[in-house]
């Protein structure tokens, strides 16, 4: 059974840092790509960022140069580093496996306001 479970989320001032984990397991971590998608209230899902299995990274306009997707194979962990938090970041996080979001986690919530 594929779990995917998101944490390190909260509420940061505009500007600030935060840096999201997802702990994967029931699958090989290492030969899937993976991806972090959010939705924000009252919104739809959007794409964030996507890195595949050889690490090769791909990230939305509206996050380029401010987020930083990685992951540890041996700890079959994803991350997200973000950074230079604005308002409009606001929303739940997702991980999901490979290039879908049918495999998801619950989500951490990420507030950015003052």
């Known amino acids: 059974e594929v779990q995917l479970v998101e944490s390190g989320g909260g509420l940061v001032q505009p500007g600030g840092s935060l840096r999201l984990s997802c702990a994967a397991s029931g699958f090989p971590f290492a030969s899937y790509g993976m991806m972090w998608v959010r939705q924000a209230p009252g919104k739809g899902l959007e794409w964030v960022s996507t890195i595949s299995g050889s690490s090769d990274t791909y990230y939305a306009e509206s996050v380029k140069g401010r987020f930083t997707i990685s992951r540890d194979n041996a700890k079959s962990t994803l991350f997200l580093q973000l950074n230079s938090l604005k308002t409009e970041d606001t929303a739940m996080y997702y991980c999901?496996?490979?290039?879908?979001?049918?495999?998801r986690g619950q989500g951490t919530q990420v507030t950015v306001s003052s």
């Open positions: 999901a496996k490979g290039y879908s979001t049918e495999d």
